[in-house]
């Protein structure tokens, strides 16, 4: 009886020690196996013609990825790994195999143009994207599972960027055609990328200056915290393209009416509704979560603070604030990443940003142009995210990080 028990395979614990992982594995096989890598196309209008890893890669690349697969593979078992020693081979493989397929398709770009016309073009393929992400989200998942410090976190990925960052100062992704629409718009891009960061930024200051205040109120007065959601929903649910269009009438009128309103750039289109607009969605996510975050603060901590004789303004300042930081900017990083994903639409009101490239490049249906306005839109937020879940973390007491 005691051997029956000992091997029984509900007490021999689980055969996969790591679902998450598995999963993305399966994921990137299947995008391998069903999806192009790469496409060619003769020029920048045209589709391309898809090709797969297999073709893509020289068979050295393919059989180190394939490598790399097989002994993540390993690291979702049971056995033969420790949990903890898995986690870090994932940590230390998934961006060997994040940078392999990187090269691997700024070779292929490099290889296949030199015999091919001037106007012909190289684009990522699904599959590439799909081998892009699920490293990424297998790191992400490995620290999780690590619970690592803040510095070990911080300098891995400084590490990793700046990995990424020489394979781009080396030259191989020059004949991607994304990085051609790039080198035919370098001075329109640093200029609307400064223009993306000031909207968001103009956005964001008012969006904090008011929306304390009035979570501070929710808070304080319950019988206003009802109508004030209330208002706070009804901007959300209006769509972001509408509400950048029902801005345009009322501003263009009060900058005819108040001609040194329309001095400073107050009108119709440009700037001014996009700021207007971003700082209408940004304001319920601050709102709330500076609610929630006082409303977190324990009673006993507050009667506590009163017992020694603090006032109203010292318990403010220096007890609620404190224990309701991580909350509210756990908000702040939400709105952060909801203002850089909406400043996109700004541009059809002619505020300008990142969404201009991909406008123009939806109107000339050159997708690489589209691209290369989404890209950077999407790194820019997962920039900011992780700088932002930095000083989250910071501002929780030290016990709790």
């Given at each position: ?310 006032t109203a303004r010292q318990i403010l300042w220096r007890v609620e604030v404190p224990l309701a930081l991580p909350v509210i900017l756990s908000g702040l990083r939400i ?67």
């Open positions: 009886m005691s051997e029956e028990r000992a091997w029984h395979p509900r007490r021999a614990g689980p055969f996969v020690a790591n679902r998450v992982l598995l999963v993305l594995l399966a994921a990137a096989l299947m995008g391998v196996v069903l999806l192009p890598f790469a496409a060619m196309a003769p020029n920048r209008l045209m589709s391309g013609q898809g090709v797969n890893v297999a073709v893509a890669l020289l068979p050295w690349q393919w059989l180190s990825l394939s490598g790399l697969a097989m002994v993540l593979a390993l690291c979702t078992l049971a056995r033969p790994f420790p949990s903890r020693l898995a986690r870090w081979l994932t940590l230390i493989i998934a961006p060997l195999w994040l940078l392999l397929t990187l090269y691997g398709l700024g070779d292929y770009a490099f290889r296949t143009l030199q015999d091919a016309s001037p106007a012909a073009r190289v684009s990522q393929g699904a599959a590439f994207w799909i081998l892009v992400f699920c490293p990424v989200l297998m790191i992400i998942d490995a620290f999780q599972r690590l619970d690592s410090g803040l510095a070990v976190r911080g300098f891995y990925t400084v590490a990793l960027v700046a990995m990424i960052g020489a394979l781009f100062a080396s030259g191989i992704f020059d004949g991607l055609s994304i990085m051609q629409e790039y080198a035919n718009n370098r001075d329109t891009f640093a200029a609307e990328f400064l223009t993306h960061l000031r909207l968001v930024g103009l956005a964001l200051g008012p969006a904090l200056l008011v929306g304390l205040p009035l979570g501070l109120l929710a808070r304080r007065r319950p019988s206003a915290r009802g109508p004030l959601f209330g208002v706070l929903n009804f901007f959300q649910t209006i769509p972001s393209i509408a509400l950048f269009a029902l801005l345009v009438a009322p501003l263009s009128a009060l900058g005819e009416a108040l001609p040194w309103l329309k001095a400073l750039g107050v009108g119709g289109i440009g700037a001014a509704p996009a700021i207007i607009a971003l700082i209408m969605y940004s304001l319920l996510p601050v709102v709330r979560n500076t609610y929630a975050g006082f409303a977190g603060v324990p009673a006993t901590t507050i009667e506590a603070a009163r017992g020694m004789g603090m709105v952060t990443v909801q203002a850089i994903g909406l400043t996109v639409v700004a541009a059809l009101i002619g505020a300008g940003g990142l969404g201009s490239f991909i406008f123009q490049g939806l109107g000339q249906y050159a997708i690489d142009l589209v691209m290369l306005g989404a890209v950077p839109t999407i790194a820019l937020a997962v920039v900011a995210d992780f700088l932002l879940q930095i000083l989250v973390s910071l501002s929780k007491p030290a016990g709790t990080r």
